[in-house]
């Protein structure tokens, strides 16, 4: 498993061959073993560079964001898949809760503007921290599918943290990488998924295949070796999510296949998002249309930016909007 979940020891362990390898080189004499072990470090070199590649794609979330610590907000721990950190905010009333999902290199300090305005519409509020990210578990290797069945077990247990006998109502927020986890535990949630009434996707993530095209440019990987890294890079993806379908084609981690809401639905995307661009939010909007018997709306909003929108009242009205809609259909239904 050491191999698996840290993200230089294949490097590390390949760079230690290879110098080995070097200096019993230098010192054979016969030809024949020389061209061998010439032959064993090419081989080690090799698989050294696609190894390396891999670990610069697993980049970790970094600096952390500061803690929220502001009043009626609580902090607890979660025994998940990993200790998953949570900022909740929660009354004596049967109300609505909604549970956001920050994005990358985000917490729940980024998240305070989004929830306090659900707490203004009536609703209790629960922001996850994604892995390594906040006060949650630091992880070595971060992919978006281990987060997502992290987020899974969290929702199973949600009854073992909260008393919900105060919640009439749940509905998911996800923004940017927390929507792309949404995406995928949709396909993947099971116990109280009755409760989920709908989803709010705030500029979301929606392709890793955008994502991976960018690490080929940052990475400076030639073409010809492109085809290997993948490989290798899903090799290092399927081991580390066991709960998830093994990854072998780059149309596996976008959407659709990645996932869809199959429940109510709102995007809201930042017009000029100037991380994730367009693509992703065109992307979703053209196959999640097909999805019907639900309440879908998409909106571009030319005043939302794609980080630090942390008071947005179009943003805010639009979702509020929504949720009229939503509860208004629920009463006819």
Partial sequence: MLFVYHRWTRPTILFA??????????NLASVTARLITLAVILILLYNLVIESW??????????????????GWS???????TIIH????????????????????????SMQGRAEHYIRLGFHVIIFELPGHGKSES???WTAGHASTTFNDFFDRLDDWFDLRLVNNVYLHGHSMGGFVLLRFDRLKSKGENRIKGY?????????????????????IPNFAVSAFWSRLSRHFNKINPRIPDVTDLSEVDTPKWGLIRNNCIVVQAEQDDRLGLEHYYRLIEHQQNVTNYIFE?????????????????????????LDSVKDHSDSA
Avoid at 299 to 321: F, K, P, W, Y
Wanted: proline share 4%.
């Fill in 298 to 322: 998409h909106h571009l909003v030319t005043s939302l930016s794609h980080a630090g929108a942390r008071q947005n009242t179009i943003r805010d009205a639009l979702i509020e909007s929504w």
């Fill in 75 to 81: 902090s607890q721990f979660h025994n998940c898949e």
């Fill in 200 to 220: 709010i996707l705030e500029s979301p993530m929606t392709c890793y295949s955008m994502i991976f095209e960018e690490s080929l440019q940052t990475l400076k």
């Fill in 54 to 71: 891999v670990a610069l794609a697993f980049i970790a979330p970094g600096k952390r964001k500061k803690e929220l610590i502001a009043p």
């Fill in 86 to 109: 949570t900022m909740s905010y929660f009354d004596n009333e049967i109300r609505p809760l909604v549970i956001i999902i920050h994005g990358w290199r985000s917490g729940a300090s």
């Fill in 139 to 141: 992880i070595s290797k």
């Fill in 17 to 26: 061959l290879t110098t080995i390898c070097l200096i019993i080189c230098i």
